[in-house]
């Protein structure tokens, strides 16, 4: 048997009996599974018995309560009214759940007309942007592909609640990275990094109040996620100090906010560490070919209709947007 197929097969069993337990662990394995894996378990000649009883191990036992709460998230995010908080029952009572909840969301996103998941975005990895929402820890959400633009863009004021935008580091991964290639550092993450890029994060503020949501509801709404604009990727990035790239967000022909690359987590390269322990944690791992928005060094800044807005960052160039009706 080849041995990614073998990874196929024994490894959600492994997992799945490690986790038995935690039915919103089961359910985030089985979408990591299927996405990694699918493809060759097709091209294999496992038996189908055997695949389907690493599949039993994923039976989640409360999809309803996930389904009719991302139902309710979609449906207000794509009519652009405000999301309310969840009710007690069926809302996510902690972060693990929140990601749980996140795949769900991101199934109907995707089936709506937004396109398949190519990139990931990391929320709240940098000091300026925590005590900005008062969360103290990194959070992590989808981007999709219909929601991607890259180097200058038109955005339409009308398409948002409250329309934001973020400057960032992004980087573009140059091969897979499976659940099991950790621990995951600084140094051991860096050789699975292909490109480096210049980045604006799209926001939406979609909430009636966003801290009565709490973070796990946030989550599972891909904390503010509306897309982006990318940079030209920079290959020849490994002689650069990610640490001291300085990032600038222009409004309006008007500097509103400066930050360098050390803050998002001591090193750009951290945060993206600190994603793949977290999609580890939680059976999944990360694509070759998608890009991961590292965080924000500035501020999020609000733009109306009429606005000009661009973002630069040392050695990575910039990208820009113009806000139209």
């Known amino acids: 048997m080849h041995a990614s197929c073998y990874f196929a097969i024994v490894w959600p069993v492994v997992f799945a009996v490690k986790f038995r337990k935690s039915s919103v662990r ?29 599949l039993k191990q994923f039976v989640m036992t409360d999809t309803k309560r996930w389904k009719r709460a991302a139902e309710r998230i979609v449906r207000q995010r794509l009519d652009l009214t405000p999301i309310e908080a969840l009710s007690p029952r069926s809302r996510p009572q902690d972060e693990a759940q929140g990601y749980a909840l996140q795949i769900e969301v991101n199934r109907l996103l995707s089936k709506s007309g937004l396109g398949r998941v190519v990139g990931h975005k990391i929320g709240c990895t940098t000091p300026v942007m925590q005590a900005f929402l008062g969360i103290p820890n990194p959070c992590a959400g989808d981007v999709f592909a219909e929601t991607v633009r890259h180097g200058s863009a038109k955005v339409p004021r009308s398409g948002f609640v409250k329309l934001g935008i973020e400057c960032e580091i992004a980087v573009e991964l140059g091969r897979n990275v499976f659940p099991t290639d950790g621990p995951f550092t600084r140094d051991s993450i860096a050789p699975a990094v292909h490109a480096v890029m210049a980045a604006m994060e ?124």
């Open 202 to 325: 799209i926001v939406d503020d979609r909430y009636r109040n966003y801290s009565e949501l709490g973070v796990p509801t946030l989550i599972g709404d891909d904390f503010f996620d509306s897309g982006c604009v990318l940079g030209e990727p920079v290959v020849e990035w490994r002689g650069l100090d990610l640490t001291a790239l300085s990032g600038v967000t222009i409004i309006n022909d008007k500097e509103v906010g400066r930050g360098t690359g050390g803050l998002i987590m001591g090193h750009p390269l951290d945060a993206l560490a600190w994603l793949a322990r977290s999609r580890a944690e939680r059976g999944m791992g990360l694509k070759q070919g998608e890009f991961v928005l590292l965080g924000s060094v500035v501020e999020t800044k609000w733009l109306d209709t009429g606005d000009t807005a661009r973002i630069e960052i040392d050695a990575l160039g910039g990208v820009a947007i113009r806000v139209t009706k």
């Open 26 to 54: 089961t359910n985030v394995m089985l979408h990591a599974y299927l996405s990694l894996f699918g493809d060759e378990l097709q091209r294999s000649s496992a038996k189908k018995s055997t695949i389907k009883f690493a």
